[in-house]
């Protein structure tokens, strides 16, 4: 008989493990999401895309060839004889393609800002995921600390009745008590609600099954902030600058196209062609240089110029206004999260107190030393300071997590 009660706990225990599984740590989540997340998943496709432009670019000033042929029959005169040919015919841009490439420099500015819309991305998902992940940490734990709370709600309660019962404390401390202990129960079930939220939130962002059953590994390492040393420094290498940098590059590099428009334009050909390849046909060999210049365009080079300059020093405008917002946002970010952390370190010593006042509280009332209603104040702070506890902490891990994202920084 033991054996078989053993044996049916150890099923359960497997079958219990197998669907929940371990607690997903943080370098779970971290793999998850860059080999599901949807986001990066186009982010990567768009980057893919961006990345040919610089050979469709360089293209342009590569030799072509191209091997042609061409068979033609009188049909009104089937007693002409056909005539087929076979050639091959080469050619090559000389100038300005061997002195400037103005396409491939375009192209390269244009990925540039992609690479730096990547890592913003990256930053971006970073954060959802660090959000996500405390908050199902801040779910977990106050589950734990609901259902701890409604316990001791309902030993308070129990606690008053039994003084109401012996006609020391009224009817109304008793009433409260229990509403109290009704409200500590109607909060636990709401966390676990809460808890499920949480879970499909962090799910859809690795890209998971939103039905599946997880939980996090608990969190109980101090957030450490570190104070950069120049923000100037940081505020050049964040994504929204680098854009804004690839966008001035794209600027030059359309002026530049703009003027090679307006230039001379020498080609080179060459081609090998023969007539009748199948039969003792003739062979003929031609090489051509031609030299163009471009002469009047309707009216259009002055405008062509003046829109490129315009380009240019729009985007130098908004290299500074970048610049000026990154540096704003990455003090403002920076002092956020210290305050957090400030808070989160000061809270831990509140909880710490109030926990005291509560046990020296609870047994003053059991005395008859202390009135409810004071007694009542102890006990509601505890309780919200505690919550507090949790709350301070998961701000503080989002509060470097945003700072972070600020800078840029990705997984």
């Not at 998943?41 to 895309?49: N, V, W």
């Not at 499920?196 to 690795?206: D, G, R, Y």
């Not at 380009?311 to 990455?330: F, G, P, R, V």
């Not at 102890?378 to 470097?400: C, F, P, V, Y």
Request: glycine share 4%; proline share 3%.
């Amino acid at each position: 008989m033991r054996f078989c009660v053993l044996f049916f706990m150890l099923v359960f225990f497997l079958t219990s493990a197998s669907v929940h599984g371990d607690p997903l740590t943080w370098s779970d989540c971290v793999r998850e999401t860059l080999n599901a997340n949807s986001e990066l998943s186009i982010e990567k496709q768009a980057l893919r895309k961006v990345d040919t432009e610089i050979g469709i670019g360089r293209s342009g000033y590569l030799p072509s060839v191209s091997l042609q042929g061409s068979y033609s029959q009188d049909l009104s005169n089937t007693n002409m004889p056909s005539v087929s040919s076979l050639g091959i015919f080469a050619s090559q841009r000389l100038f300005p393609g061997l002195l400037n490439r103005p396409e491939e420099w375009k192209a390269q500015a244009h990925l540039e800002g992609e690479n730096a819309h990547w890592q913003d991305t990256l930053a971006g998902v970073r954060l959802d995921l660090i959000t996500a992940y405390a908050q199902l940490w801040f779910g977990q734990e106050w589950i734990k600390l609901a259902e701890s709370i409604s316990k001791r709600r309902d030993q308070n309660s129990a606690l008053v009745y039994a003084r109401y019962q012996a006609g020391r404390e009224h009817k109304g401390s008793y009433l409260r008590a229990k509403i109290q202990a009704d409200q500590a129960a109607l909060d636990f079930q709401h966390s676990k609600r809460d808890v499920s939220v949480a879970q499909q939130t962090l799910l859809h962002i690795m890209g998971l099954p939103l039905d599946k059953a997880i939980e996090v590994a608990s969190s109980s390492e101090t957030v450490r902030l570190e104070s950069p040393s120049e923000f100037h420094s940081l505020a050049k290498l964040t994504p929204a600058v680098r854009e804004a940098q690839s966008a001035y590059q794209v600027a030059l590099a359309s002026y530049v196209l703009t003027e090679s428009a307006y230039l001379p334009v020498l080609n080179a050909s060459l081609s090998a062609a023969k007539t009748d390849p199948f039969t003792t046909g003739s062979s003929d060999i031609f090489g051509k240089i031609s030299l163009s210049f471009p002469l009047f365009q309707g009216n259009r080079a002055p405008y062509d110029f003046e829109s490129s300059k315009a380009d240019i020093a729009l985007s130098k405008l908004l290299i500074e206004q970048a610049y000026s917002q990154a540096y704003l946002n990455l003090n403002s970010r920076f002092v956020s999260a210290q305050e957090a952390l400030e808070l989160e370190h000061l809270q831990l010593s509140v909880v710490e107190a109030a926990q005291v006042r509560a046990e020296i509280a609870r047994a003053q009332y059991n005395t008859g030393l202390l009135l409810f209603e004071n007694w009542d104040v102890i006990e509601s702070d505890l309780i919200t300071q505690q919550k507090l506890k949790l709350a301070r902490h998961r701000d503080a891990w989002i509060g470097l997590a945003q700072f972070e994202k600020t800078m840029g920084k990705g997984f």
